[in-house]
């Protein structure tokens, strides 16, 4: 009777942790690359539709020399399988042909006024550029850590 109590309850228990498991395993991720403790690439994975960890987008990130923020541009991958001739699979191609532009944050300073400007920037696809500004927003940097909203545009 003991026994077949504790198998049950055994029973139950692998499988609420196996749907543990499955749950988390759909839920994206990010693998994130930092150089000098400061993020230069964000990748975020998440499940294909055959199954597959496939990226999703990347967001990458510039300083300057003084090691502040200056852009963060995002790229959002358009998915494209090649076929490999060997094993006749597909896998997914992250060709730079395969990326497209979605959209820039650009940080701008102006240290004589202690001004800081953000500005968000889309993507133009027949111009290949970033040229429609969406939003600027103006501060006054006040010190290093803090900032007076002024603007928004």
């Given at each position: 009777m003991k026994a077949r109590i504790f198998r049950t309850v055994s029973f139950v228990f692998i499988i609420f942790l196996m749907n543990g498991f499955v749950t988390k395993a759909q839920v994206p991720f990010y693998f994130t690359v930092k150089a000098n403790d400061k993020v230069v690439l964000t990748t975020k994975y998440v499940t294909g539709d055959s199954g597959m960890i496939v990226k999703e987008s990347e967001e990458k990130y510039t300083y300057d020399e003084n090691g502040d923020l200056l852009k963060k541009e995002v790229y959002v991958w358009n998915p494209k399988y090649a076929k490999n001739d060997k094993t006749g699979e597909y896998y997914p191609d992250y060709g730079k042909s395969?990326?497209?532009?979605?959209?820039?944050?650009?940080?701008?300073?102006?240290?004589?006024?202690?001004?800081?400007?953000?500005?968000?920037?889309?993507?133009?696809?027949?111009?290949?550029?970033?040229?429609?500004?969406?939003?600027?927003?103006?501060?006054q940097l006040n010190d290093s850590y803090n900032y007076n909203y002024l603007a928004n545009k």
């Open positions: 395969n990326w497209t532009p979605q959209y820039c944050i650009v940080h701008n300073k102006d240290l004589e006024n202690n001004l800081v400007s953000v500005e968000l920037l889309f993507w133009n696809k027949d111009k290949n550029e970033y040229d429609n500004l969406v939003e600027t927003m103006t501060s």
